[in-house]
């Protein structure tokens, strides 16, 4: 089991070397951070000055170590637009990001479900057969299209809801929230229903057809032999055995909603990393486009690996696997 923590673990190192090399390229093959760091009116000498303050002089792979050390401790500079620290930048923006992802989460989860069993259960009914069809076209509409469509309904042409904007928030410590006030709240709801559109379809499609495949095994035949109702063995017993691929699903698209919630956040200006990001490749704000990179890049590496070492607890096959490899290389 110690082999398989330590093969999981040095996979995600190689993938953050490799990511971190290519946001080093960029880095370094993408604009001059002298020219974007000084005025025009700079001398030669000042120019030349800041070029080596910055290490720029050094070789390569001098370069390279220096920016993956620091990397590895949150280092990633100043912003050339902004001029403030790349990672206080990320910090403020990163709240924004993350209750907009957990909602749109929660919100996929608490429909995606019941929907996915509706339609598993229900099978030969028009309704499922028109979720199904709905499923279909939530799946190939892309968000920007989706959120357009929602600003169009709900703020436009009913006037419900913001079209932008994050809404009033509250400080707790370090963190900007929301949650807490009414316009928060009501801001939320759009860009959310938005992001979740796609992982609501793919939870549904994924509950439907484990719940299928669950219906015919013997256990759910012997309960209903038992005489249990119907609820009971589909909502309890069936569920409960869909549950783990629903949950492994979740953990992996918890980082596709944080790297592709930049549309969604252009969409309704929802002021979180994603909208940061596109700031900053239109003004080539490198930093911040490196340490956007290698952030998504963790949590998506992070989340992969704790995936990976749940399974391993929890089937036992993983654990054998890993033992008998351990065995044959001794």
Same mark, same amino acid.
């Given at each position: 089991?110690?082999?398989?923590?330590?093969?999981?673990?040095?996979?995600?190192?190689?993938?953050?070397?490799?990511?971190?090399?290519?946001?080093?390229?960029?880095?370094?093959?993408?604009?001059?951070?002298?020219?974007?760091?000084?005025?025009?009116?700079?001398?030669?000498?000042?120019?030349?000055?800041?070029?080596?303050?910055?290490?720029?002089?050094?070789?390569?792979?001098?370069?390279?170590?220096?920016?993956?050390?620091?990397?590895?401790?949150?280092?990633?500079?100043?912003?050339?637009?902004?001029?403030?620290?790349?990672?206080?930048?990320?910090?403020?923006?990163?709240?924004?990001?993350?209750?907009?992802?957990?909602?749109?989460?929660?919100?996929?989860?608490?429909?995606?479900?019941?929907?996915?069993?509706?339609?598993?259960?229900?099978?030969?009914?028009?309704?499922?057969?028109?979720?199904?069809?709905?499923?279909?076209?939530? !799946?190939?509409? #892309?968000?920007?299209?989706?959120?357009?469509? @929602?600003?169009?309904?709900?703020? /436009? =042409? *009913?006037?419900? &809801?913001?079209?932008?904007?994050?809404?009033?928030?509250?400080?707790?410590?370090?963190?900007?929230?929301?949650?807490?006030?009414?316009?928060?709240?009501?801001?939320?709801?759009?860009?959310?229903?938005?992001?979740?559109?796609?992982?609501?379809?793919?939870?549904?499609?994924?509950?439907?057809?484990?719940?299928?495949?669950?219906?015919?095994?013997?256990?759910?035949?012997?309960?209903?032999?038992?005489?249990?109702?119907?609820?009971?063995?589909?909502?309890?017993?069936?569920?409960?055995?869909?549950?783990?691929?629903?949950?492994?699903?979740?953990?992996?698209?918890?980082?596709?909603?944080?790297?592709?919630?930049?549309?969604?956040?252009?969409?309704?200006?929802?002021?979180?990393?994603?909208?940061?990001?596109?700031?900053?490749?239109?003004? !080539?704000?490198? #930093?911040?486009?490196?340490?956007?990179?290698? @952030?998504?890049?963790?949590?998506? /590496? =992070? *989340?992969?690996? &704790?995936?990976?070492?749940?399974?391993?607890?929890?089937?036992?096959?993983?654990?054998?696997?890993?033992?008998?490899?351990?065995?044959?290389?001794?």
């Amino acid at each position: 089991m110690l082999a398989f923590l330590i093969k999981r673990t040095a996979n995600g190192i190689l993938v953050m070397l490799a990511v971190a090399f290519l946001a080093f390229m960029i880095f370094r093959f993408f604009g001059d951070p002298v020219e974007m760091m000084v005025n025009e009116q700079a001398t030669q000498a000042e120019r030349a000055e800041l070029r080596e303050r910055l290490g720029l002089n050094d070789g390569f792979l001098v370069q390279y170590a220096r920016f993956v050390t620091n990397a590895a401790q949150g280092e990633f500079g100043i912003s050339y637009r902004n001029q403030q620290d790349v990672m206080v930048l990320i910090g403020e923006r990163f709240p924004a990001t993350f209750e907009l992802v957990i909602v749109a989460t929660v919100l996929s989860l608490l429909v995606g479900i019941p929907l996915g069993v509706v339609t598993a259960i229900h099978r030969e009914k028009r309704a499922a057969d028109a979720l199904q069809i709905g499923s279909i076209v939530g !799946v190939s509409l #892309p968000s920007f299209v989706v959120g357009i469509l @929602l600003i169009l309904v709900f703020s /436009v =042409t *009913l006037g419900w &809801l913001p079209a932008f904007g994050r809404g009033e928030t509250v400080d707790i410590g370090w963190w900007s929230t929301g949650f807490l006030t009414p316009s928060g709240r009501m801001a939320l709801v759009l860009p959310a229903l938005s992001l979740s559109l796609f992982q609501i379809t793919l939870v549904m499609r994924l509950v439907r057809a484990e719940m299928l495949e669950t219906m015919r095994t013997d256990f759910v035949k012997f309960a209903r032999a038992r005489g249990l109702p119907a609820r009971t063995i589909h909502w309890r017993h069936a569920l409960r055995n869909c549950l783990m691929p629903v949950i492994t699903l979740t953990g992996m698209q918890i980082g596709n909603l944080i790297a592709f919630a930049l549309v969604t956040e252009t969409v309704f200006q929802w002021p979180g990393m994603g909208l940061l990001f596109i700031q900053a490749v239109t003004f !080539v704000d490198i #930093p911040v486009m490196a340490a956007y990179l290698m @952030l998504v890049s963790f949590i998506f /590496v =992070t *989340l992969n690996t &704790l995936v990976d070492v749940t399974y391993a607890f929890v089937d036992p096959r993983l654990k054998d696997d890993a033992l008998a490899a351990g065995g044959a290389r001794g």
